[in-house]
């Protein structure tokens, strides 16, 4: 099965909600990270996080190991926040095992 | 700015063919990976590397081969184009290894066999 859930799989909010993405995994993870995948295809490392919370800006990452899962928060949309958010779980050598994303529509 | 140029930006190949994906990083990173992305999917490991003149097989290897020649150039050959390697590829470099690391990515490569 899937190692890494992500869901929802799409969200559409007004410009100024907030956005709450969630990341569940199967297994046991050293960390999650978050990427953000611009419409166009390219991406973009966000937060590596361990465990705990994690703030850059308008984005809070929230990691619990124990229960497998992670969230990553993002206050005050805005349009271009629009994308497709990505999050790994690191396992405890390079592995990376990815989700596959949320997309985000932040309409005016 | 950490840096790294695929080329081509796109790509369409007929079955059986054989196709090269490059890769150059500016960033002076000893790490590199080669990523493919399935339509609505995550991103899978092919190869990667931390020298020059050394590759090591990711998660699906299978019909793909890689090459470091330097420590800004980094390939992906695919010897015998099929189609279910329609998809598009992604590079990336980082400075170390481990979760610590940002992961640096170029733009990708949208590959069609047909």
């Known amino acids: 099965g899937q190692q890494v859930q992500q869901s929802p799989a799409s969200l559409v909010l007004q410009e100024g909600e907030n956005a709450e993405l969630q990341c569940n995994f199967s297994s046991t993870a050293t960390r999650l990270q978050w990427f953000y995948q611009r419409p166009g295809g390219s991406l973009v490392s966000l937060l590596s996080?361990?465990?705990?919370?994690k703030h850059t800006g308008r984005l809070t990452s929230t990691t619990v190991t124990k229960e497998r899962r992670g969230s990553l928060h993002i206050s005050s949309s805005q349009i271009t926040d629009s994308g497709t958010y990505l999050c790994?779980?690191?396992?405890?050598?390079?592995?990376?095992?990815w989700g596959s994303g949320t997309k985000l529509i932040i309409k005016p | 700015e950490a840096a790294v140029t695929q080329s081509p930006r796109s790509k369409v190949a007929v079955t059986g063919g054989k196709v090269t994906l490059s890769c150059h990083q500016t960033?002076?990173?000893?790490?590199m990976y080669w990523y493919r992305q399935d339509t609505g999917h995550g991103l899978r490991l092919i190869h990667y590397?931390?020298?020059?003149?050394?590759?090591e097989k990711g998660d699906i290897p299978d019909g793909y081969k890689a090459s470091r020649p330097s420590q800004e150039n980094f390939s992906l050959i695919l010897e015998l184009a099929s189609l279910s390697q329609t998809a598009v590829y992604f590079c990336?470099?980082?400075?170390?290894?481990?979760?610590?690391?940002?992961?640096?990515f170029g733009a990708g490569t949208r590959l069609s066999v047909l």
């Open positions: 790994a779980m690191e396992r405890g050598n390079y592995q990376l095992i």
């Open positions: 990336a470099s980082s400075d170390r290894w481990g979760g610590q690391n940002t992961l640096y």
């Open positions: 960033n002076n990173h000893d790490y």
């Open positions: 590397s931390y020298v020059a003149d050394s590759t």
């Open positions: 996080n361990p465990s705990g919370t």
